[in-house]
């Protein structure tokens, strides 16, 4: 009785093991989903997929020189009131930008940075050629999923005032986004604002809310 026991206990755990080999093969024998693509044939440019790889590439090469900038930064002194980051404060400040224009873990997928749209020797715009002459807006940490508009040149954006009226001119002047929606009312900045909005749009960044951009900053 014992035995038999013994011989049906070992054929189940045999056979429990042969299955297990079997759905494991199955499952790591299935070839990857393809990528949805909603786009049809011949809106996107064919080269889109190395020349992502070619910025991604250049992203990342740009932020190490930041990482090696930062790491032999003699940290500056604060004086005044109020404070002032003395010495090597402008330093700081300049490679704390780099840190966040070439940070690709900014981006759910870790594959987008700012400066992947926004790179300096296309004017801070968008650093890819095919894509600037068909699709014009550029492809977000999502594969294939486009944003709105051109990736608009911020060289300037810092000095923009305030969205407002000018009676002598009869129009609107201020504020940034295309459409001046980053109006600056709260911040009294336009940049200050205009920046909160890249790191959540589904389209671009897609960060859910802005606790998990300001979770990856620090």
Not at 7 to 30: E, P, R
Not at 174 to 200: C, I
Request: hydrophobic share 40%; glycine share 8%; with cysteine.
């Amino acid at each position: 009785m014992r035995q038999a026991r013994l011989m049906a206990v070992a054929v189940a755990c045999a056979t429990i093991a042969t299955a297990t080999v079997v759905s494991t093969h199955i499952v790591h024998g299935q070839s990857s989903p393809p990528i949805y693509n909603p786009y049809p044939t011949g809106i996107l440019p064919s080269d889109i997929a190395s020349e992502e790889t070619r910025v991604q590439t250049e992203v990342a090469g740009i932020f190490k020189s930041y990482i090696t900038q930062w790491q032999a930064l003699t940290p500056p002194v604060v004086a005044g009131n109020p404070p002032i980051l003395m010495n090597t404060g402008y330093e700081a400040q300049r490679i704390l930008g780099g840190l966040l224009q070439y940070d690709l873990t900014i981006s759910p997928f870790q594959n987008r940075a700012c400066a992947s749209c926004h790179m300096p020797y296309a004017a801070f715009s968008g650093p890819i050629p095919s894509v600037n002459l068909t699709m014009i807006a550029y492809p977000g940490t999502l594969p294939y999923r486009a944003g709105k508009r051109t990736a608009q040149r911020y060289t300037y954006s810092h000095t923009f005032p305030v969205l407002g009226y000018n009676k002598t001119q009869a129009a609107f002047f201020g504020g940034n986004f295309w459409d001046s929606r980053a109006t600056g009312y709260k911040l009294q900045a336009p940049d200050a604002e205009q920046a909160q909005g890249p790191p959540v749009d589904p389209l671009e960044m897609g960060f859910p809310d802005i606790a998990c951009i300001a979770y990856r900053i620090s």
